[in-house]
């Protein structure tokens, strides 16, 4: 056995002596230290067979070889670096061009939405936010839609299963009693978020989707109040003369209710399936807010009132970038996105 592990040193360190290039280092490398094939690896094993009175001798031995046979790889190694192309150099060519990352970017719906913040501060408004999770009594009660009321069924929604009534919020509106319970009135306030609804899927609907909520409550609001801010988001969100149209619409939260309505960007009002072949979009509910819910706020109707709306800002997107179906801003498909 020892001379067997003596023979193999000599063998490996001529072997070595001969290397000529990188690919010849990594066959002998491979032919002693492969683990299953290896012949010093083969050796070291033979070693663990012999009897206990030798094996300490023939281990040290063994190991002794190794370590040699590793000092002599490694010194070549450094040797044929010098001359063999294929070996890699540790070497930087300033002169290239680096290589620029790829940037993200905000969503569509959120750079929207950040413009229309801005346009609200501007006149005044504050933003707000509220739970996503919400109380039946803050989402339906509040805004005058008691549980016998057939408004639910319009914003028929997700329950979650709890001690207390918990539903995927239907619209923004439940922060209003929210706000007006926090800061009194005046206020004025817009609430951008997300919303849920069950609802049966196509281009212009989708379960998840974003509204942005606007409440103005003071001394003598006027309906005349609610046109001029409206009009002063569609011709700031848009940079452009926009056709509304502003007809009579039902909503227990606000009396009077009306439905405004935009000219459809998509075909210019001709008729598509965006605008269900209407030539028009509905955009914003909107209304004077009905005592009830200011009651509910602990506000004084009798000295308060004021006008509450709900943009769609997931349609205003689509609107804005002309896009045709409404599942493509949920959908995470990075060839649509890319182009915002």
């Given at each position: 056995m020892e001379l067997n592990i003596k023979k193999i040193k000599e063998q490996a360190l001529k072997e070595i002596e001969e290397i000529k290039n990188s690919q010849d280092w990594e066959d002998i490398r491979n032919?002693?230290?492969?683990?299953?094939?290896?012949?010093?690896?083969?050796?070291?094993?033979?070693?663990?067979?012999?009897?206990?009175?030798?094996?300490?001798?023939?281990?040290?031995l063994a190991?002794?070889?190794?370590?040699?046979?590793?000092?002599?790889?490694?010194?070549?190694?450094?040797?044929?670096?010098?001359?063999?192309?294929?070996?890699?150099?540790?070497?930087?060519?300033?002169?290239?061009?680096?290589?620029?990352y790829k940037l993200g970017h905000l969503h569509p719906v959120t750079q929207v939405q950040t413009e229309l913040e801005e346009i609200f501060k501007s006149l005044g408004f504050v933003i707000l936010?509220?739970?996503?999770?919400?109380?039946?009594?803050?989402?339906?009660?509040?805004?005058n839609i008691p549980d016998w009321h057939p408004a639910r069924d319009m914003q028929d929604t997700f329950f979650i299963e709890a001690k207390d009534k918990l539903v995927l919020r239907t619209h923004t509106s439940p922060v209003q009693v929210r706000a007006m319970q926090k800061y009194g009135a005046p206020?004025?306030?817009?609430?951008?978020?997300?919303?849920?609804?069950?609802?049966?899927?196509?281009?212009?609907?989708?379960?998840?989707?974003?509204?942005?909520?606007?409440?103005?409550?003071?001394?003598?609001?006027?309906i005349t109040n609610l046109v001029a801010v409206m009009k002063e988001l569609l011709s700031g969100i848009f940079k452009r003369e926009v056709t509304v149209r502003l007809r009579p619409g039902y909503f227990p939260f606000v009396e009077p209710g009306f439905e405004l309505d935009i000219k459809c960007l998509i075909c210019a009002g001709k008729g598509c399936s965006v605008c269900k072949q209407t030539g028009w979009l509905e955009l914003l509910p909107c209304g004077m807010v009905h005592p009830n819910v200011l009651k509910y706020s602990g506000i004084d109707s009798k000295k308060y009132n004021g006008f509450a709306f709900g943009l769609g800002l997931t349609r205003l997107v689509m609107m804005k970038y002309g896009i045709d179906d409404i599942r493509l801003l949920q959908s995470g498909d990075m060839r649509f996105l890319n182009q915002f």
């Open positions: 032919k002693y230290f492969s683990r299953k094939s290896g012949e010093l690896s083969k050796l070291l094993k033979d070693v663990k067979e012999v009897s206990s009175d030798l094996k300490p001798k023939l281990g040290a190991n002794e070889i190794k370590s040699d046979i590793t000092n002599a790889l490694d010194k070549k190694k450094s040797e044929i670096s010098q001359d063999d192309p294929k070996v890699e150099k540790d070497f930087i060519d300033v002169t290239l061009e680096v290589e620029k936010d509220g739970p996503e999770i919400e109380s039946d009594y803050y989402n339906f009660e509040t805004l206020l004025r306030c817009v609430v951008p978020g997300r919303v849920f609804r069950n609802e049966a899927t196509d281009a212009s609907h989708d379960h998840t989707f974003y509204q942005l909520e606007g409440l103005m409550i003071g001394e003598n609001i006027s």
